[in-house]
């Protein structure tokens, strides 16, 4: 009788448990991705290694995330070079034409891939729209492994001097880039959670899109619909701080993260790519807390970038790199920083990424991270021989075509 009463109370803590879990987490859980079927062979057609559990940061897993999001929908994906947790809400394919022909085009890849997606569809649902993030962020990660002049086999190789014999010819600790592990990327409806992940993992709490280093563990990016007052309820807006915010990862974890790259051209790259994906939705790095600096609203930087030159406003080439964060740049320094980045990658390709290369050399034989001066003084170095020229001779030339540029 009494081991009966003790099963009984086993039974009922586990059906307790059970109605603990929200039911978000229930049905996702219980629905498998209905593009493969969870099939092997049709997973891996679509270039996927696991739809979870998998490691995702620093000692924690998916499943820890689920855990601390219970309420979140999550499905999970995993590529040959991210981790994906996506909640994202099914979306209606209806409005800007610009928008819905691009996502077709996108879902036209995709069923090249799955063949069950139909491109004409009028709703993405939660795993149609964690299958186009996928898309997204492996495309971007082919960008900028070929603007980088590299291919995956470059980063095969363990290097057996780790930056000790001749820094120039190292290439990092593991496949992706030179990180040992693969990029993070968390992707929620609420902004409230963004803060619960954030806080719990990311070293402080915020509802902004949020890029964080896991010393040992790789390079993470999360945010939430809800940022900006709901603006990333767009997929257009969300795709374009995606691209950001992993384009800025990307750069930075090539060769290894061992140092950021200087503002300007971390910044700089990172408007490069999100205004190939739209021009509309400028993204400006902010503190933890802080706000979006005034502008906001003003996405025509052709025209801004012409208007700052005739003012004056943009400041040397010489000056600009001198600046040492990010968050703290006006809306100036991030029209200039993509000014000069996309005169740099229109013209100057191959030496822009030769310069950015030199500048993620190894310091100090890996053994302790440089200080920002030595970052900035190295950038000062590498300039002239990676270009051909000073950055007061760079600022003649370039000027000279932001001054003359019309918008496309």
């Known amino acids: 009788m009494w081991r009966s009463r003790v099963a009984i109370v086993r039974v009922l803590a586990g059906l307790a448990l059970l109605a ?27 270039g996927y290694v696991s739809f979870g559990p998998f490691p995702f940061g620093l000692r924690r897993s998916s499943a820890d995330v689920e855990s601390l999001l219970g309420d979140e929908p999550l499905v999970w994906i995993e590529t040959a070079h991210f981790r994906i ?20 085009a996108e879902l036209t890849q995709l069923k090249e891939r799955l063949p069950r997606v139909k491109p004409a569809t009028r ?43 001749d820094p120039r010819a190292f290439e990092g600790f593991g496949p ?17 959670n963004l803060a619960r992940y954030t806080r719990a993992w990311h070293g402080g709490e915020t509802q902004a899109p949020s890029r964080h280093h896991d010393t040992g563990a790789g390079l993470d990016f999360a945010v939430a619909e809800e940022t900006a007052d709901g603006l990333l309820r767009d997929d257009f807006a969300l795709h374009s701080y995606l691209v950001y ?45 802080g706000e979006n600096p005034v502008g906001y609203d003003c996405w025509q930087w052709d025209e801004r970038a012409r208007g700052l030159l005739r003012t004056g406003a943009f400041e040397p080439i010489a000056q600009l790199m001198e600046r040492p964060d ?8 991030h029209i200039e920083s993509w000014a000069l980045v996309d005169y740099l990658m229109s013209t100057r390709r191959v030496a822009a990424m030769k310069f950015l290369r030199d500048v993620k050399d190894p310091f100090h034989q890996l053994r302790r991270a440089p200080t920002r001066e030595e970052v900035h003084e190295r950038a000062r170095e590498r300039f002239e021989p990676a270009f051909g020229m000073t950055p007061e001779a760079m600022d003649a030339a370039w000027r000279a075509q932001v001054g003359g540029r019309r918008r496309k």
């Open 20 to 46: 603990a879990v929200p039911r978000a987490q229930r049905l996702v859980e219980s629905v498998p991705d209905p593009y493969t079927g969870g099939e092997p062979a049709a997973m891996a057609a679509a």
């Open 176 to 192: 992706h880039l030179g990180m040992e592990h693969k990029f993070s990327v968390l992707l929620l409806q609420r902004a409230a």
């Open 123 to 165: 709703e993405l649902d939660p795993w149609l729209r964690a299958h186009l993030i996928a898309l997204r962020c492996e495309a971007l990660y082919a960008e900028v492994r070929d603007n980088l002049g590299a291919t995956d086999a470059t980063f095969q190789q363990a290097p057996a001097h780790a930056g000790r014999g």
């Open 85 to 104: 947790g996506c909640a994202l809400s099914p979306l209606r394919l209806r409005g800007d034409r610009d928008w819905v022909d691009r996502t077709q």
């Open 326 to 333: 990010l968050k703290a740049f006006d809306l100036e320094q």
């Open 245 to 289: 915010n992993l384009a800025a990862n990307l750069y930075n974890g090539y060769r290894g993260c061992y140092h950021e790259l200087p503002p300007w051209l971390l910044g700089g790259l990172a408007h490069w790519h999100a205004r190939h994906v739209s021009p509309r939705f400028p993204f400006f790095e902010r503190p933890v807390g």
